[in-house]
C-alpha cells in the first residue's frame, strides 16, 4: 500500500508533456532576447567607435581616397601651382591634407593587401626584381621573359584602368586559341605589365574581390567537370591565372587572404585530376613545378603533390606482377595495364635524331593533344598502332613522353632541395643554381619518410633504356636524393647546438617521440607535491608500488580463489565415494538379512 502511495504521490507533481514544451519554448525566446540585446548593444558600440574614428580623420572614405588621389597629382604640378598654394596658406585658408594614417597603414597590413598610392611603395627597378623573369605561363624557352618590363606611365592619356575589366581582358586573351603561343605569351606578358599591375594600385581595395571571384568561377567549373566525370586536367587558362596571383600577390606569410585559397585551389587541381594520358601528365608536371617557384618562398608542405609526383614516378617503372605490384599513393592513377606504366620507356623505344628538348607549353597545352594521344588509348607506343605510315606521330610520341619524364626528374630534384637542404647549402646544392628556403629546417626531420618511397622507385627506373641525358639525370637525381637521406637521417627533435666560449658542444636529447603523461595529475591542484616533484619520481613510485599492491592483494585473490575450487572439488568426489560406498554396503547388508532369514526358516523346519 505504501508503494503504490508513493507512486501516485510522485505522478501527480510530474509535469505534462505540454507544460514541459511550454517552458522549453519560454527558455528559447529568453535566451534569443538576450542575444538581441548584447548583438544591439555590440552595434551600437562599433557605431559609435566608428563616427569616433570618423570625427578624429582615421576611416578611409570616397572622398578621401579622392583627395590621395588629387595630391599624388598635385605633387607632379609646376612651380606655379606651389605658389598659389603658398599664397592660400598665408591668407589663411585651409590646406587639404590627403595623407594616410597610420590606421590606415595598419588596415592594408592586417589585410595583406597592396597599400594605396599615397603609401610610400619600391621603386620601380624593386618591382621589376620581384618577378623573376618568367612570363605568364611561359616556359623557360620563350624569349619574351627577357625583354625589358614596360613601366606604366602615371600621367598617361587613355580610359581610366578598372581591374575588373583588365582582368577579363587578360582571360579572353590566355583562353585563346592559341594561347600557348609565344607572340600570345609576350601579349598576356605587356598586359600584366603595363595594365594590370597599374589597375591593381589605382584599385588596391576591389582587385583582390575580383581576383577572388574568378578563383570562385573556376573552381565551381572544376567541381562541376570532376562532378559529371568530364576531363578535368589543368587548363592553360587555370595555370595562367593561378601565375597571375602570384605575381600581383608576392607574400612569405603563413596566411593570406588571396594566396592561401589560391593555393589550396591548385592542390586541388592536382589531387583531383584524374590520370588518363602523357598530356595530363605533363600539365600536373608543369603545375607543380610552378607552384614550387610560386608559393615556396618559405617552406610549405604540399601533401597533394609529393603524392602525385610520387605516383607519376611509379609510371615510370615496369609492372611485371600486378598482385605483387605497390599500390599507387592517390586512386587518380591508372591500375590496368598497358596504362599504369604510360611514362616507362621500352628498350627499342628511341627518335629518329636521337635528341629531345624540354617540355614546352606548345606540347602540354596543345588543342589536339587528345586526338593525338586516342590513337593509343592514351598510351604512347607506336608499336600497337600497327600503322606503317604513322612514323612522325609516334616520333612526336616518344620526345613527348622522354620530355615529360625529364621534367619530372628535375621537379622531383626541386622539391627534393626545398626539403631537404638549409641555408648551408652543400656543393651539389650551389653548383645546380637552387637556393634553399628551409632556413629553420622544419621539413628535415620528416624528409627521409616523404622521400624514401621516390629514392625507392629511382631504383627501379629502367635507366639503360634511357638515351644518355636522360640517363644522367636518373643517376643524378637518384645520388641526390641518397645524399639528403643521408644527412637528414641524423636529424631528431629537440636538438640545439650551443656555444661555450670557444669550443661548441651539442646537446642531443633522448630520442622519444612518446610524451610523459602523469595518470595522477590533478589540473584543479597544480600545487600538489605529486604534480611538482623533481621528474614525477615519487608521484610515480607511488604509484608503481599502489598497483604493486594491488596485483599482489588481485594475485592472492585468485590463488585463494583457485585453492577453494580445488577444496570443493576434492570434496565433491569424496561425497561421490562415500555415496556410492554407503550404497554397497547397504545392498550387501540386505543380501545378508535375507540369507540369515532363510537359514532360520530351513533350520526352524528340520526340527
Not at 277 to 298: K, N, P, Y
Not at 395 to 409: I, N
Not at 459 to 481: F, G, K
Request: proline content about 6%; charged content about 25%.
Amino acid at each position: 500500500m505504501a508503494s503504490s502511495s508513493s507512486t501516485r504521490h510522485h505522478n501527480i507533481h510530474k509535469p505534462s508533456a505540454l507544460a514541459v514544451r511550454v517552458a522549453a519554448e519560454r527558455r528559447q525566446r529568453a535566451i534569443m532576447a538576450m542575444l538581441r540585446d548584447e548583438h544591439s548593444e555590440r552595434t551600437d558600440d562599433l557605431d559609435e567607435r566608428f563616427r569616433d574614428l570618423n570625427a578624429r580623420g582615421m576611416v578611409v572614405t570616397a572622398a578621401t581616397a579622392q583627395k590621395m588621389v588629387a595630391a599624388r597629382k598635385g605633387a607632379a604640378e609646376t612651380k606655379g601651382a606651389e605658389n598659389d598654394d603658398d599664397e592660400q596658406q598665408q591668407n589663411g585658408t585651409p590646406k587639404p591634407t590627403p595623407t594616410t594614417t597610420d590606421y590606415d597603414q595598419l588596415y592594408y597590413d592586417l589585410q595583406l593587401l597592396p597599400p594605396p598610392a599615397s603609401v610610400v611603395r619600391p621603386s620601380a627597378t624593386a618591382a621589376s626584381q620581384i618577378h623573376d623573369g618568367t612570363q605568364i605561363g611561359g616556359g623557360p624557352g620563350d624569349d619574351a621573359s627577357s625583354s625589358a618590363p614596360a613601366q606604366p606611365s602615371q600621367n598617361a592619356a587613355g580610359p581610366p584602368l578598372d581591374f575588373g575589366t583588365e582582368l577579363d581582358t587578360f582571360l579572353e586573351c590566355a583562353s585563346a586559341v592559341g594561347a600557348p603561343s609565344s607572340a600570345n605569351i609576350a601579349k598576356l606578358d605587356t598586359l600584366f605589365r603595363t595594365r594590370l599591375q597599374a589597375a591593381l594600385e589605382k584599385c588596391s581595395v576591389s582587385g583582390p574581390r575580383h581576383i577572388l571571384d574568378k578563383l570562385s568561377e573556376f573552381r565551381a567549373d572544376f567541381l562541376h567537370s570532376k562532378n559529371a566525370r568530364l576531363a578535368s586536367s589543368p587548363s592553360f587558362v587555370q595555370v595562367t591565372f593561378l601565375q597571375l596571383v602570384a605575381k600581383l600577390f608576392p607574400s612569405e606569410a603563413r596566411f593570406h587572404p588571396i594566396l592561401t585559397p589560391t593555393i589550396a585551389f591548385a592542390s586541388e587541381l592536382v589531387g583531383n585530376t584524374r590520370i588518363c594520358s602523357v598530356g595530363q601528365c605533363g600539365r600536373l608536371i608543369f603545375l607543380c613545378a610552378q607552384m614550387c617557384d610560386w608559393f615556396c618562398r618559405r617552406p610549405r608542405f604540399f601533401p597533394e603533390v609529393l603524392a602525385f609526383l610520387l605516383g607519376a614516378l611509379q609510371l615510370c617503372c615496369e609492372s611485371k606482377n600486378e598482385a605483387k605490384e605497390v599500390p599507387f599513393s592517390s586512386m587518380n592513377f591508372p591500375i590496368s595495364l598497358p596504362h599504369r606504366q604510360m611514362l616507362f620507356v621500352p628498350p627499342k623505344e628511341t627518335t629518329t635524331t636521337g635528341t629531345f628538348g624540354n617540355l614546352s607549353l606548345a606540347q602540354i597545352f596543345h588543342p589536339n593533344i587528345g586526338d593525338l594521344e586516342a590513337e593509343n588509348g592514351g598510351i604512347l607506343d607506336g608499336e600497337e598502332n600497327g600503322d606503317a605510315g604513322a612514323n612522325n606521330t609516334d616520333e612526336d610520341k616518344c620526345r613527348l613522353r622522354l620530355a615529360t619524364v625529364r621534367a619530372l626528374f628535375a621537379t622531383i630534384g626541386q622539391y627534393a632541395r626545398k626539403y631537404g637542404t638549409t641555408a648551408a647549402a652543400d656543393e651539389s646544392v650551389a653548383a645546380a643554381g637552387d637556393q634553399p628556403t628551409n632556413d629553420d629546417g622544419t621539413m628535415r626531420p620528416a624528409f627521409n619518410a616523404c622521400f624514401g618511397p621516390f629514392h625507392r622507385f629511382c631504383l627501379r627506373l629502367p635507366v639503360a633504356n634511357y638515351p644518355a641525358q636522360l640517363a644522367d639525370e636518373a643517376a643524378q637525381l637518384t645520388q641526390l636524393l641518397a645524399k639528403l637521406m643521408a644527412q637528414n637521417g641524423r636529424v631528431t627533435q629537440m636538438k640545439r647546438i650551443s656555444k661555450r666560449g670557444t669550443t661548441t658542444t651539442t646537446n642531443s636529447a633522448i630520442k622519444m617521440l612518446e610524451p610523459r603523461f602523469d595518470e595522477r595529475f590533478d589540473p584543479e591542484r597544480r600545487n600538489n607535491k605529486n604534480n611538482n616533484d623533481s621528474n614525477g619520481m615519487k608521484s610515480r613510485e607511488k604509484s608503481w608500488a599502489k598497483r604493486a599492491k594491488n596485483e599482489r592483494r588481485g594475485a592472492l585473490k585468485e590463488l585463494r580463489k583457485g585453492a577453494r575450487g580445488m577444496a570443493n572439488a576434492y570434496a565433491d568426489r569424496q561425497r561421490k565415494v562415500r555415496r556410492e560406498r554407503d550404497e554397497k554396503t547397504k545392498r550387501i547388508m540386505q543380501c545378508l538379512e535375507v540369507q540369515e532369514s532363510e537359514h532360520k526358516k530351513l533350520k526352524a523346519l528340520k526340527k
